[in-house]
């Protein structure tokens, strides 16, 4: 800097700010803590040494991630910036399987339709005796089921979410149903 005020770093160090200083385009004197909380984590010798070694062009992104990383480290000593990111994918992977399980449920409402429709007719009929669809359609719509059929719910999980969905999530399916649920996952 040499004719104005010292760069932060050198405030903070107490050093003659020189015209050449490498701190001074990225810790101006008007935000003192930004070098402090980098020279607290990082140490000033090691940050003058990695912006040396960078292209000028990349030091001041250099010193952004610098700083959100010292930020991170002093709000979570123990995993600073893998805390943050571990955090977020695992708020990604909650919503994913939010969507996954909204998405088995439109799927099942949807099926539960079209069958609707599809067997308005048949109410009046009585089912052939081998008509194990039939059958099926009947007894779920007797004891009040919501349930997909096994071969539906295995199709819809391998197309969207590789198969697996933890016991968790199907609660609130009917508590009588969790053997013949946790066979279809397992």
């Known amino acids: 800097m040499g004719s104005g005020s010292p760069c932060a770093s050198c405030k903070l160090l107490r050093r ?5 200083c490498i701190f001074a385009p ?12 980098v020279h607290k984590v990082f140490g000033a010798s090691n940050v003058s040494k990695m912006l040396q070694e960078l292209p000028v062009q990349q030091r001041g992104d250099a010193v952004s991630s610098l700083v959100y990383e010292a930020n991170a480290r002093v709000r979570d000593p123990v995993y600073g910036c893998v805390g943050a990111i571990s955090f977020l994918q695992n708020q990604v992977s909650q919503l994913q399987m939010q969507l996954a399980v909204a998405q088995a449920e439109i799927l099942c409402f949807q099926m539960q339709r079209r069958d609707g429709d599809h067997h308005d007719g048949d109410a009046a009929v009585p089912p052939a005796l081998g008509d194990h669809h039939h059958h099926h359609h009947v007894m779920a719509a007797s004891q009040h089921q919501t349930m997909m059929a096994p071969e539906d719910v295995d199709a819809f999980l391998m197309h969207n979410g590789g198969g697996v969905v933890p016991p968790q999530l199907m609660a609130g399916y009917g508590a009588g149903d969790a053997l013949k649920r946790e066979s279809l996952w397992t």
């Open 16 to 20: 003659r700010c020189t015209k050449d």
């Open 26 to 37: 990225f810790f101006p004197a008007d935000d003192p803590h930004k070098f402090a909380i």
